[in-house]
């Protein structure tokens, strides 16, 4: 699903409408998903108390539509109008022949009635400004916002927003003070490029994507796409009656070091718990015995050292030699920045003839430190840096990077043409070839460490599988997010540890295919 900035819904819908589509029809369609959308999030309509807060534009005109469905379900609804709607507004009309208590601002002096209307409410529904060009709240438009906030944090009053909330930038996610906070926001056609932004993320609560009937042939052009479940289900990789572990894939995964060992755990377990058909750890010799330990399910491949839990460079041409037996190497998790590490990590990524690379962690600090590296490993490499690793890669701040993520990382990957993995809360998914996808996940249940090793070994897992670089780490980036969810929904959004990502995989992927 394509996401967009405000210009370009602009122009999808201008262009919808010279095809044919009135614009009444958009905003009839517009106004009962959001209207089906409240009576989904409240439950029983008929014990609701609803105040649709109308703005002059065609925010407000959808707003307008779902008080009226709101109405005819048996809700009681009342109408204040923040601003003057043209006099022959048929949708205003509509909702005062239905009996809609409609009260006009200008009328209102003080806001009294506002708050009386308020103080007896259930829910709000924002539909003061939608998508239009982001510009400070003044006068009723702040006032209201703020009594709002104020009555959802006091007494958990639920605030429904229609496109987006009103206050936030459609692009950016920039925020004015009162822009409203929102439990459920429900955007039309395509979601807008702000609402996986901060600090407007915060602003949003649950994301609803309403189909208005709008040609998805009309996003075409739009390189900008947000991860699905749909997408995900359909991208999957089949797995044959006839096949054997060779057929999904063998990796290689090169982690661990003596301050380290889970981390070269939880990246084998992420690669096998996604159907990966054999992996191979190459790890110091010291620490074999402890890992195998925990995982029994994968081959060893013993590095020598120079000093306990500390690779050798030696070890470069060792792994260089089996590489030739594998379909991808993972490298770089919890190897650490021993200058050894870093002698034999810089010898190995200088190698001809590495197969497809996942570089993370202290990998991708190593290799900040190679002068044109990026010409030295393949190019159907994947990098999954989190914002400080990023900062490291590119000269730029870690301040620089979170204020623009989406360009960052496809500014870097079209530069260094390889797929960009920039991790956090909407992970970033980044082309060589322009596209770029953003994750729909964030969770502040996955702040914890190894989640990162994981995310990396699921993505050396699906790397054998037949995928392409940019699906396959789109894919990896998918399954972790929605693991994540899984196990937040069961167990809460603190203390999730990254183990308990690893049953959720396999569950999260059987989930998926029954979607598909």
Partial sequence: MKIVTAEQMRKIDQECIRQGTP??????????????????????IKKQNIVCLIGGGNNGGDGL??????????AKVSV?????????????????????????????KNLKKFDSLIDNATCVIDALLGIGKMRPLEGVFKKSLEKVNKAREKRGLSVIAVDIPSGMDADTGAIDPACATADLTVTMALPKAGLYKFPGAERTGRVIIADIGIPEKLSDTIDL?????????????????????GTFGRVLINAG???????????????????????????????QSIIACRIAEATYLPLPECSPGTISVEAADIIHKQCPQYDVLLTGCGLGQNPATVEFLSSLFLKKGLPPLVIDADGLNILARIPHWQQQVPDNTILTPHPG????????????????????????????????????????????????????????????????????G???????????????ASLGV??????????????????????DLLPALPLTIKQLKKRG
Avoid at 65 to 74: D, F, I, P, S, T
Wanted: net charge positive.
């Fill in 65 to 74: 539509v779902a008080a009226r469905y709101l109405k005819g379900w048996g």
């Fill in 389 to 456: 690793e990023m900062a490291r890669l590119t000269g730029l701040t870690i301040k620089d990077i979170q204020k623009d993520r989406t360009g960052t990382a496809l500014k870097f990957a079209k530069k260094w043409q390889k797929t960009v993995v920039l991790k956090g809360a909407f992970t970033v998914i980044a082309g060589a070839d322009g596209k770029c996808r953003i994750s729909p996940f964030a969770n502040p249940g996955l702040a914890s460490g190894g989640t990162g090793d994981v995310l990396a």
């Fill in 225 to 245: 796409e947000l991860l699905t479940k749909e997408w995900a289900a359909a991208t999957l990789p089949r797995r044959p009656l006839n096949s054997n572990k």
């Fill in 80 to 108: 204040y109008l923040c601003s003057e709607r043209p006099a022959a507004d048929a949708n205003l009309k509509l909702a005062k022949e239905k009996g809609i208590t409609c009260v006009e601002a200008k009328a209102d």
């Fill in 23 to 44: 614009s009444s029809t958009l905003m009839d369609k517009a106004g009962k998903a959001v209207a089906e959308a409240t009576r989904e999030h409240l439950g029983d």
């Fill in 478 to 499: 998918f399954l972790h997010g929605a693991a994540g969810d899984r196990v937040r929904d069961e167990l809460g959004d603190a203390g999730t540890i990254a183990s």
């Fill in 458 to 472: 699921i993505i050396a897992g699906l790397a054998g599988q037949g995928l392409k670089p940019y699906d396959v």
């Fill in 257 to 287: 070091s003596i301050n380290y060992i889970g981390a070269a755990c939880l990246a084998c377990a992420g690669a096998l718990r996604v159907g990966a058909g054999l992996v191979t750890l190459a790890t110091p010799s010291s620490l």
